[in-house]
């Protein structure tokens, strides 16, 4: 088997695609045509594809991660615009059906927020590990189904089809669906091109603390967040005049910050 | 000069290589080998993925060629590539500057 085969065999070997396998190749016939004695300098053709899928896989993962988190952009503008208007979260409106546009808009914003801020902390790295790659989709994934599942909920609301209540903006509403499934398309689209390309370098993936910069344990840095978020909820609740309704929600939304870091802490790289 | 010692430097050697003029994988690394008087002489299986690489960060594009009846993939920097190129001198007169004085 000649070292050009070698090669193809390798790069099929690490899941590279097709038609860029056969781009490499044609790449590195050329430059042994232009010096045939560079087989050995070129390197060994198992190590040689292992740093392609590395280098690229690391190179897509990363977009992937910034693309899903500007795709979720003008639907957050948009379904911000929704909320003003108070179009969304009225007293018409299924209890079932907000449940899931809460839980969709939060997991969008958690989702894509994350995405954006590990692909920003890994920004000057050449190769990130497997697990790191994993992460970075897992999170841009997390964000796009959350967006999907929020411009699903506004269809229904906007169509009358959870019994007959119709939000008070529908041209608006359909204007969020319209482009927010147009945005979060794109960004599926960018992030399925990393399914099969993925860097296979061995190493765990980083937590919570080096997203944010700090040499804490994530663990009490979980309990800080939920904390936090469960203090702004509280103000928030004297700041309307409903104090008590405002600590029930506060409770709430923390323990589910503290859920979500214990469910889905390990697979969206917040822990080891 | 050892491959490690180029970590951090490749892609902005190549960047530079190839703002000079479009070029394919065996003259860019030929002219880095020029360039450096041969003392950057690292394993040139390293060049191609990162070619791929800084291609798919949008700071490079290419396209195919064909030169005595081979087809040759071209490479030439972007407008994205020249701002990262301009930024990676502006680092390295930095750091270059620095550690001079300290060794001085």
Known sequence: MSWLDSLDAELGRARIPGPRRRRIVSELRDHLACDPTAEERLGEPASLARQFADELGTA??????????????PLGVLFAALFTLGAVYTTNVEPGAT????????????????????????????VVSAAEGRVLRRRAGLGLAGGALTLAVIAVLASGRDGGVQ????ALAWTTVGVGAASVLAGTLVLARTTRLGPVAKG?????????????????????IAGAVALCIALAGIAQGDPIDGLVRAAGDGLLCLAGFVLLGRPLGLRR | MRAESLKGHLDGMILAVVATAPAHGYAVIEELRRRSAGTFDLPEGTVYPALHRLEAEGLLASTWASASGRKRRVYRLTRRGRSALEQRRREWTDFSRAVQGVLA
């Open chain 1, 167 to 170: 939000l008070s903006h529908p």
């Open chain 1, 99 to 126: 449940i899931l546009l809460v839980g969709g808009v939060q997991l969008a914003f958690v989702g894509g927020t994350l995405a954006l801020v590990r692909a920003w902390r890994l920004r000057g790295a050449v």
């Open chain 1, 60 to 73: 897509l993962a990363r977009t992937a991660a910034v693309a899903s988190f500007l795709a979720l952009v």
């Open chain 1, 204 to 224: 765990p993936a980083a937590d919570l603390s080096f997203d944010l910069g700090l040499d804490a344990d994530p663990q009490r840095l979980a309990y800080a």
